[in-house]
């Protein structure tokens, strides 16, 4: 060994002193001039059977073996995907306890995905990429792509909502920018993972039309447009296989049609099987439970499926080293792409620019639902006494919610924002009004104030009720936190009703003050009986580091709001399909080892229902208010007919008709007059969100493809475009459509 790390070093040393030499002596692996399957050749003609063994799976937490002989570093990763998430101990996961692993919070990508802008993803895999090169992390585990199928999934903050087309759109930059900076994306959960009860024995049974037009897009374009270098297995199963090892998903799907090179990694804990994992499509294996009992012992990753079993396979000659080749050849394209790069920078951690970017995301994203009277954004001519009620004011959101938690250096919660910026102009006052679990989860405190707080709920509540009388506007901060059963990792929610008795509490505050203002923080839809009753409604999300800060701007009218609902907003849990028809969970088969989940809806995924159903629901996907007004006119397409090699585009002037600057999000769905399947009424298809000064006008053109009009054919196992008529839709929400037009596919 030491004789080896000599040999190579002492050459390297002179060549640093001759360029002539270097070029001529450089093994080709270090030299970033050769083509990367060069130096992928070489470096794989160089390892060890022992060492292509290494690379292929964890060595620790986050992190997987370069090869020491070569100078091929560690590899590191890290959750992802709101941040850099803080380190754990080499093999725990207890936090390290570092004091360097603090970071900026960006806003969750619910919140992302409302912004309806890819050039928020755009910064904010910019933004990521360069805490994550700071903190010396080669892969981000994220961004999460799953679909919003049920209000009940318990990690839908983490996702992009519920259409497949925006969820692309958003994804692609987010990755292209991470990329950039020579730090992975890991594109997860792939794929059909969509709640998280049973997660790890659940068999999705979906029509391969629901499966290539709703849950495959988004992974489709990370691959394809984005080209992700890591990709996720998910711990759910689909055809009886887990899809961590799965030969249709990754060896046929993934591997074979999208032409993928970069690495399957599993999900922690993912795998399950040596051959299916050496066979079907798994690169890296990460975070298996080996002693048999499920907690950690030492050298256990020795016994991961790929390592020693793995060897033993193929040592005994029951399978041959071209799978093993295949996958280090995939894991060394990482590498060279990642810690390898000699371009990758040094990144920067915490900067000014860094939480500019958390808090223009977070204020693009904010959606403003319901206001009425235009009781928003808060006047202090109108507004003297000011009652803020609600835990979630004071709660601190960022520590906890799975395994997308983060130790962020500074988190402002709603209350303090709002006391420094309206405290001067009006008298603030607060209620707590109820009481959340106190669960304390990983090393930080969900409260830097308020944390004692013991008094019994009715208590709160006539607290709140006795200075809800004297206030002029009653702010509400409620919704969600990160607690078991609400919107965490590792479980679902169990009602769609707020918890803690917040419909109550706001049912007797509406009694008191007309003046309501609701503002809901969390990554999913509740139901709200008393919807009516409040003045203005605000889905608040999850927003990282600067949360209260961008809530307050929005609510004291600093910025106009001009995010859109990623998903419908039903009113009752039977509206959504996946309720209405029983499909969700599934169903325990007798052994009790596997729980067979049935996507009875197909293609009739969020807004496709309402439509399909006419279901009406509280708020629709793409629903967003602002304080100005906006008209959109003059609609015209570029042509009444295009062939399959064209494109159609479509123009039309935006108008603000109000007085304040704001942004409008022009949505364009297709529907399809006639058509020999089944199809949704209308798809979203293209979307561009602009920018306007007060009675400015823009005319703006939206370009789409045949595949804009095509939907998955299984008979051919390909995407068809029909030729016949069709009509473009646009409007500012799937319930606002103001103009049509119509043309054919010859
Ligand atoms: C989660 C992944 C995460 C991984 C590592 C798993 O439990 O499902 O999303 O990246 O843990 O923390």
Same mark, same amino acid.
């Given at each position: 060994?030491?004789?080896?790390?000599?040999?190579?070093?002492?050459?390297?040393?002179?060549?640093?002193?001759?360029?002539?030499?270097?070029?001529?002596?450089?093994?080709?692996?270090?030299?970033?001039?050769?083509?990367?399957?060069?130096?992928?050749?070489?470096?794989?003609?160089?390892?060890?059977?022992?060492?292509?063994?290494?690379?292929?799976?964890?060595?620790?937490?986050?992190?997987?073996?370069?090869?020491?002989?070569?100078?091929?570093?560690?590899?590191?990763?890290?959750?992802?995907?709101?941040?850099?998430?803080?380190?754990?101990?080499?093999?725990?996961?207890?936090?390290?306890?570092?004091?360097?692993?603090?970071?900026?919070?960006?806003?969750?990508?619910?919140?992302?995905?409302?912004?309806?802008?890819?050039?928020?993803? #755009?910064?904010?895999?910019?933004?990521? =990429?360069?805490?994550? %090169? *700071? $903190? +010396?992390? @080669?892969?981000?585990?994220? /961004?999460?792509?799953?679909?919003?199928?049920?209000?009940?999934?318990?990690?839908?903050?983490?996702?992009?909502?519920?259409?497949?087309?925006?969820?692309?759109?958003?994804?692609?930059?987010?990755?292209?920018?991470?990329?950039?900076?020579?730090?992975?994306?890991?594109?997860?959960?792939?794929?059909?993972?969509?709640?998280?009860?049973?997660?790890?024995?659940?068999?999705?049974?979906?029509?391969?039309?629901?499966?290539?037009?709703?849950?495959?897009?988004?992974?489709?374009?990370?691959?394809?447009? #984005?080209?992700?270098?890591?990709?996720? =297995?998910?711990?759910? %199963? *689909? $055809? +009886?296989? @887990?899809?961590?090892?799965? /030969?249709?998903?990754?060896?046929?799907?993934?591997?074979?049609?999208?032409?993928?090179?970069?690495?399957?990694?599993?999900?922690?804990?993912?795998?399950?099987?040596?051959?299916?994992?050496?066979?079907?499509?798994?690169?890296?294996?990460?975070?298996?439970?080996?002693?048999?009992?499920?907690?950690?012992?030492?050298?256990?990753?020795?016994?991961?499926?790929?390592?020693?079993?793995?060897?033993?396979?193929?040592?005994?000659?029951?399978?041959?080293?071209?799978?093993?080749?295949?996958?280090?050849?995939?894991?060394?394209?990482?590498?060279?792409?990642?810690?390898?790069?000699?371009?990758?920078?040094?990144?920067?951690?915490?900067?000014?620019?860094?939480?500019?970017?958390?808090?223009?995301?977070?204020?693009?994203?904010?959606?403003?639902?319901?206001?009425?009277?235009?009781?928003?954004?808060?006047?202090?001519?109108?507004?003297?006494?000011?009652?803020?009620?609600?835990?979630?004011?004071?709660?601190?959101?960022?520590?906890?919610?799975?395994?997308?938690?983060?130790?962020?250096?500074?988190?402002?919660?709603?209350?303090?924002?709002?006391?420094?910026?309206?405290?001067?102009?009006?008298?603030?006052?607060?209620?707590?009004?109820?009481?959340?679990?106190?669960?304390?989860?990983?090393?930080?405190?969900?409260?830097?104030?308020?944390?004692?707080?013991?008094?019994?709920?009715?208590?709160?509540?006539?607290?709140?009720?006795?200075?809800?009388?004297?206030?002029?506007?009653?702010?509400?901060?409620?919704?969600?936190?990160?607690?078991?059963?609400?919107?965490?990792?590792?479980?679902?929610?169990?009602?769609?009703?707020?918890?803690?008795?917040?419909?109550?509490?706001?049912?007797?505050?509406?009694?008191?003050?007309?003046?309501?203002?609701?503002?809901?923080?969390?990554?999913?839809?509740?139901?709200?009986?008393?919807?009516?009753?409040?003045?203005?409604?605000?889905?608040?999300?999850?927003?990282?580091?600067?949360?209260?800060?961008?809530?307050?701007?929005?609510?004291?009218?600093?910025?106009?709001?001009?995010?859109?609902?990623?998903?419908?907003?039903?009113?009752?849990?039977?509206?959504?399909?996946?309720?209405?028809?029983?499909?969700?969970?599934?169903?325990?088969?007798?052994?009790?080892?596997?729980?067979?989940?049935?996507?009875?809806?197909?293609?009739?995924?969020?807004?496709?229902?309402?439509?399909?159903?006419?279901?009406?629901?509280?708020?629709?996907?793409?629903?967003?208010?602002?304080?100005?007004?906006?008209?959109?006119?003059?609609?015209?397409?570029?042509?009444?007919?295009?062939?399959?090699?064209?494109?159609?585009?479509?123009?039309?002037?935006?108008?603000?008709?109000?007085?304040?600057?704001?942004?409008?999000?022009?949505?364009?769905?297709?529907?399809?007059?006639?058509?020999?399947?089944?199809?949704?009424?209308?798809?979203?298809?293209?979307?561009?969100?602009?920018?306007?000064?007060?009675?400015?006008?823009?005319?703006?053109?939206?370009?789409?493809?045949?595949?804009?009009?095509?939907?998955?054919?299984?008979?051919?196992?390909?995407?068809?475009?029909?030729?016949?008529?069709?009509?473009?839709?646009?409007?500012?929400?799937?319930?606002?459509?103001?103009?049509?037009?119509?043309?054919?596919?010859?």
């Amino acid at each position: 060994m030491i004789k080896h790390t000599h040999s190579l070093l002492l050459p390297l040393a002179l060549l640093v002193c001759t360029p002539q030499a270097h070029a001529q002596r450089l093994p080709a692996y270090l030299d970033d001039t050769q083509p990367l399957e060069t130096r992928v050749e070489d470096a794989l003609s160089r390892m060890t059977f022992a060492e292509k063994i290494a690379v292929i799976h964890a060595q620790g937490k986050f992190t997987s073996p370069g090869v020491k002989r070569l100078g091929i570093p560690d590899f590191w990763c890290d959750d992802g995907p709101h941040g850099v998430r803080a380190d754990v101990l080499y093999d725990s996961w207890t936090q390290a306890g570092n004091t360097n692993d603090s970071v900026v919070a960006f806003p969750a990508l619910t919140c992302l995905a409302a912004t309806f802008n890819p050039h928020m993803a #755009a910064i904010y895999g910019h933004a990521l =990429g360069e805490e994550a %090169l *700071y $903190r +010396g992390k @080669h892969m981000m585990l994220g /961004p999460g792509v799953n679909i919003y199928r049920t209000p009940l999934g318990g990690r839908n903050f983490e996702y992009m909502g519920e259409d497949p087309y925006l969820a692309s759109r958003i994804a692609v930059p987010y990755i292209q920018q991470l990329q950039a900076l020579g730090v992975s994306a890991c594109v997860k959960h792939f794929v059909l993972n969509d709640n998280e009860a049973d997660r790890h024995t659940t068999n999705v049974i979906v029509s391969d039309r629901a499966l290539h037009e709703i849950y495959l897009p988004a992974f489709k374009a990370a691959v394809c447009e #984005a080209h992700t270098w890591g990709l996720m =297995g998910a711990y759910n %199963l *689909y $055809r +009886g296989y @887990h899809n961590c090892h799965n /030969p249709y998903l990754l060896t046929d799907l993934l591997k074979g049609q999208w032409h993928y090179d970069g690495v399957v990694v599993s999900d922690w804990g993912g795998a399950h099987n040596t051959e299916q994992a050496a066979k079907y499509g798994l690169d890296m294996e990460f975070g298996t439970h080996t002693d048999g009992l499920s907690v950690d012992a030492p050298n256990a990753y020795d016994k991961y499926y790929l390592a020693n079993p793995y060897r033993d396979l193929i040592v005994s000659g029951k399978m041959t080293d071209k799978e093993l080749n295949d996958k280090v050849r995939r894991v060394l394209r990482l590498f060279f792409r990642t810690s390898m790069n000699r371009h990758r920078g040094f990144g920067s951690l915490c900067s000014e620019a860094h939480y500019a970017t958390a808090e223009q995301i977070a204020e693009e994203g904010i959606v403003l639902l319901k206001n009425e009277d235009h009781i928003l954004p808060l006047r202090p001519s109108h507004v003297k006494r000011l009652l803020i009620v609600g835990e979630n004011a004071l709660r601190l959101m960022t520590p906890s919610g799975g395994s997308s938690k983060l130790k962020a250096q500074r988190e402002i919660y709603p209350l303090q924002a709002m006391r420094r910026r309206l405290g001067s102009e009006m008298q603030i006052d607060f209620a707590r009004g109820y009481l959340g679990v106190m669960e304390k989860r990983g090393e930080t405190e969900a409260f830097l104030e308020g944390k004692d707080e013991k008094r019994p709920a009715a208590q709160l509540v006539s607290e709140a009720v006795d200075k809800a009388r004297k206030a002029d506007v009653v702010v509400i901060f409620g919704g969600l936190n990160k607690n078991k059963h609400q919107d965490t990792e590792g479980s679902d929610r169990e009602s769609y009703s707020l918890p803690y008795g917040q419909d109550s509490l706001v049912n007797e505050l509406v009694k008191v003050n007309p003046n309501v203002v609701f503002v809901n923080i969390s990554g999913n839809s509740s139901a709200m009986p008393w919807a009516k009753k409040v003045k203005a409604i605000i889905q608040g999300w999850y927003l990282g580091s600067q949360a209260g800060e961008a809530l307050t701007r929005v609510i004291a009218g600093d910025v106009n709001p001009s995010g859109k609902l990623p998903y419908t907003w039903y009113a009752q849990l039977n509206d959504y399909p996946a309720h209405a028809l029983h499909a969700y969970p599934g169903v325990k088969t007798q052994d009790g080892k596997q729980v067979n989940e049935e996507y009875k809806e197909g293609i009739y995924v969020g807004y496709r229902w309402a439509d399909a159903h006419k279901v009406k629901p509280l708020f629709a996907f793409g629903h967003g208010l602002s304080y100005t007004t906006f008209r959109l006119s003059k609609l015209q397409a570029d042509k009444t007919a295009l062939t399959a090699a064209d494109s159609i585009t479509f123009s039309l002037d935006v108008t603000n008709t109000g007085k304040q600057a704001g942004a409008e999000v022009v949505q364009l769905y297709i529907h399809d007059v006639k058509s020999s399947v089944d199809r949704p009424y209308k798809e979203l298809k293209s979307f561009r969100k602009v920018y306007l000064q007060p009675r400015e006008t823009r005319r703006i053109s939206l370009t789409i493809g045949r595949d804009a009009l095509s939907y998955y054919d299984p008979t051919i196992q390909d995407w068809k475009a029909e030729p016949g008529k069709f009509e473009a839709l646009i409007g500012t929400a799937s319930d606002e459509i103001s103009s049509r037009v119509a043309f054919t596919l010859k």
